[in-house]
């Protein structure tokens, strides 16, 4: 059975940094494109990013682009994500994604 479990979510002030983290419970994670989502209150889920099985190809959503930065680790099984400079507007609920498997999500909040 796949599973993924995230971590790393928390409160953060504006400008501050994150990094979440996924880890996958099959040893297919290696060969499965990953994407990190969000929702935030009151709105659809939103792809955030996504990389490629090797980590070669990645892709952001234009309002994390220079701010985010998603990697793997396919030794470990996990998937990271790498906020910077964080916006109250990032507020959500972080979930990562492989093939139709869902985490259970981890909370982020930007506030002062």
């Known amino acids: 059975q796949v599973q993924f479990v995230e971590s790393g979510g928390g409160l953060v002030q504006p400008g501050g940094s994150l990094r979440l983290s996924c880890v996958g419970s099959?040893?297919?994670?290696?060969?499965?494109?990953m994407s990190w989502y969000r929702q935030a209150p009151g709105k659809e889920r939103e792809m955030v990013a996504t990389?490629?099985?090797?980590?070669?190809?990645?892709e952001y959503t234009d309002s994390v682009k220079d701010r985010f930065t998603i990697s793997r680790d396919n030794d470990k099984r996990t998937l990271y994500l790498q906020m910077n400079r964080l916006k109250p507007e990032d507020t959500a609920v972080y979930y990562c994604?492989?093939?139709?498997?869902w985490g259970q999500g981890t909370q982020v909040v930007v506030s002062s």
């Open positions: 099959v040893f297919r994670f290696r060969f499965m494109s």
């Open positions: 994604r492989g093939e139709s498997y």
């Open positions: 990389i490629s099985s090797t980590g070669s190809n990645t």
